[in-house]
């Protein structure tokens, strides 16, 4: 559940960092795995059941049109591919 207040790129890059165990300066720059403005935009304007999936540090983020994060660790081969869909019930 999205944290009110809090951008979606500083929420995704906590929730990174807490799965690794590290603290957030040690991992990569947000903005070289995706565009934060482009990515919120993105979520602000997609019906609650679309989806953008990008890979970050190590995991498959996932975040719902309702501004839910998922997180899923990567394959060390996996990872290179950004992708996103948006569906309609």
Not at 34 to 62: C, H, K, N, W
Request: net charge negative.
């Amino acid at each position: 559940m999205p944290r009110p207040g809090l951008a979606l790129s500083t929420e995704i890059i906590e929730a990174v960092a807490a799965k690794r165990g590290q603290d957030e300066a040690g991992l990569p720059v947000f903005y070289e795995a995706i565009d934060p403005e482009a990515l919120q935009r993105a979520v602000e304007t997609m019906p609650d059941s679309g989806t953008v999936t990008f890979p970050y540090a190590g995991f498959e983020v996932t975040v719902e049109g309702t501004g839910t994060v998922a997180l899923r660790k990567l394959a060390e081969h996996q990872g290179t591919e950004v992708s996103s869909s948006v569906s309609a019930d």
